[in-house]
C-alpha cells in the first residue's frame, strides 16, 4: 500500500493529475448555469469554490514540491496563479457566457480555499521533512 501511495504521488502521475483537475474544474465552471446542479446547502456555490481551490492550490504545491520547481517561492507563485486563475474564469463568465455572471464573493471564496491549501501544505510539508 506504501509503495502504491509513493507511485501515486511521483512527479509524473501527480503532474497528469493537476492537469486533469485543472481541465475538469474549468470545464465546470464554464458551464451554462443551468446544467449545474443546485446545491441546498446555505452558500453552497461559496463552499464548492473553497473546495475546488483549496484541492486545485494543494495539488499544485505539491507538483511543485515534488518537482523541485519554484522553490524559493513556490507558495507566493501558485497561490497567486491560483488566484489569477479564479479572477479569469469569473471574467470569462462575465463576458463570454449569458447564463453566467462574475461574482467577487467568488473570488473572496477562492482565496479562503487557496489560504487553507497553503496552510495545509505548511503542515503538511513540516511534517514531511520531521520525517524524512
Avoid at 36 to 56: E, Q, T, Y
Avoid at 113 to 129: D, E, P, W, Y
Amino acid at each position: 500500500m506504501i509503495k502504491l501511495i509513493k507511485k501515486l504521488l511521483g512527479p509524473r502521475p501527480l503532474f497528469y493529475s493537476g492537469l486533469l483537475y485543472t481541465l475538469a474544474i474549468t470545464v465546470l465552471f464554464l458551464l451554462p448555469a443551468k446544467d449545474i446542479p443546485g446545491v441546498a446547502i446555505r452558500f453552497g456555490d461559496k463552499w464548492a469554490h473553497i473546495f475546488v481551490f483549496l484541492i486545485l492550490t494543494l495539488i499544485w504545491l505539491l507538483i511543485t514540491l515534488v518537482k523541485n520547481w519554484l522553490t524559493k517561492y513556490r507558495v507566493f507563485w501558485v497561490s497567486f496563479l491560483a488566484l489569477l486563475y479564479g479572477i479569469i474564469i469569473e471574467a470569462l463568465q462575465e463576458r463570454f457566457f449569458e447564463t453566467r455572471s462574475a461574482d467577487i464573493w467568488d473570488v473572496v471564496a477562492d482565496i479562503v480555499g487557496i489560504l487553507l491549501a497553503v496552510l495545509l501544505f505548511l503542515i503538511m510539508k513540516k511534517r514531511i521533512s520531521l520525517k524524512t
